[in-house]
């Protein structure tokens, strides 16, 4: 009797061994699939968030909810007794004459780069002679000591002199000595990563006429402004010599939000009416469309203009700002590589450089 409960216990525990190891391999089956679920979610997930931040519409609206939020109230404030409220808006109406005084500042600021701007201008024209071939410069002028790290040794200076000679020699045979230093702002223009995303293969000639480029200061007592002319030499786009953009600026308070006021702000900018050469407007896209006359049912092409630019567009803004407070006063530097950028001065454009730069339309930054 004992022998057959003996073994009618290891009957049960070989079937409760089986069912254990049933349910572990069930389990097992079960974790895999919820992973492999989850790694599939998650992959959609992802996918889908790719798709979103590809959407303007939904960016904008992303956007437009995040702004939203800038400046929503804690609830701090709220809380604070009514006459510890009192003094914080005595605060803030200390705040806000202190705008008044900032702004103040930056119109002195503003009359200090009128004054040195002439004091600059001289070096300027002397720089677009030597562009644009007008004037040689010396040999005293030519000489450039070159810094610790950039000189080498003589044997190598010797070395290089050599070969500079001989390339000349050959150069020489081939053609004539370049005037002045060709496609200087071009080059400038390249070298900046702000303008060189938007330069396009239709830009590079226009550009390649481009002699100079001056900043233009409103006169005293007028509201405050600047304009970039670039002035070009004879070419096949168009009759205009000089290019004019004026950018018109503010430096007060607004009334609705003083509190928001950081320095001059560009509120507007005009650009100039350029003489095209027929058919070279590069600002422009030719849109053919094929027409179908109902009655008739014959078919004609009907050849439309679109401009290459946007009504508003904050880049505008920051091309010009950049172009007169770093381009203009260190053009050399861009040229040579050796100016260092910003990081943050990254705009994203599709619209094309000259359009951009030369579009003679009015743009108003939105209030």
């Keep these: 009797m004992m022998v057959i409960i003996k073994c009618w216990n290891m ?21 895999v699939c919820v992973c492999v679920c989850v790694c599939v979610c998650v992959s959609s997930a992802r996918q889908l968030t790719v798709q979103m931040m590809q959407n303007p519409q939904i960016l904008a609206a992303l956007q437009e909810r995040l702004d939203g939020l800038v400046g929503s109230p804690s609830g701090y404030m709220e809380s604070l007794p009514k006459v510890v409220k009192r003094r914080v808006n005595a605060l803030k109406n200390l705040q ?45 002028e030519c000489e450039w000591k ?30 004539e ?43 005293p007592g007028q509201p405050m402004s600047f304009s970039l002319e670039f002035h070009f030499e004879p070419n096949d786009f168009f009759t205009n010599t000089v290019l004019t953009k004026t950018y018109k600026m503010r430096s007060e308070p607004d009334e609705g939000d003083p509190f928001s006021f950081d320095g001059p702000e560009i509120m507007g900018c005009t650009g100039c009416t350029i003489d095209w050469t027929k058919g070279k407007n590069v600002t422009l896209k030719t849109i053919k469309k094929k027409q179908k006359h109902k009655g008739r049912g014959t078919v004609r092409t009907v050849t439309k203009t679109d401009e290459d630019s946007e009504a508003i567009l904050a880049a505008d803004f920051e091309i010009g700002h950049f172009i007169r407070e770093r381009i203009v006063p260190r053009a050399v530097l861009y040229f040579t590589g050796e100016a260092i950028e910003d990081d943050d001065d990254d705009v994203s454009m599709s619209s094309s450089l000259s359009a951009r730069l030369f579009s003679g339309q009015s743009n108003v930054w939105p209030h």
Aim: aromatic fraction near 8%; charge should be negative; hydrophobic fraction near 35%.
């Design 96 to 140: 806000v004459k202190c705008a008044h005084i900032e702004a103040k500042f930056y119109e002195e600021v503003h009359e200090l780069e009128r004054k040195y701007a002439a004091l600059y201008q001289p070096l300027f024209d002397k720089r677009s002679d030597i562009v644009k071939a007008a004037y040689e410069p010396t040999d005293e």
């Design 11 to 31: 009957e049960i525990c070989k079937v409760i061994w089986k069912l254990d190891c049933l349910h572990t391999v069930l389990l097992t089956c079960v974790c």
């Design 177 to 219: 000595d370049p005037k002045g230093i060709p496609e200087f702002w071009l080059t400038v223009f390249k070298n900046v990563d702000l303008l060189s995303d938007m330069l396009q293969e239709h830009d590079e000639p226009i550009l390649k006429h481009l002699q100079d480029i001056k900043v233009k200061f409103s006169d």
């Design 146 to 175: 070159a810094d610790e790290e950039e000189e080498l040794t003589v044997s190598k200076q010797e070395e290089m002199k050599e070969k500079a000679k001989v390339e000349e020699e050959k150069k020489d045979e081939e053609k």
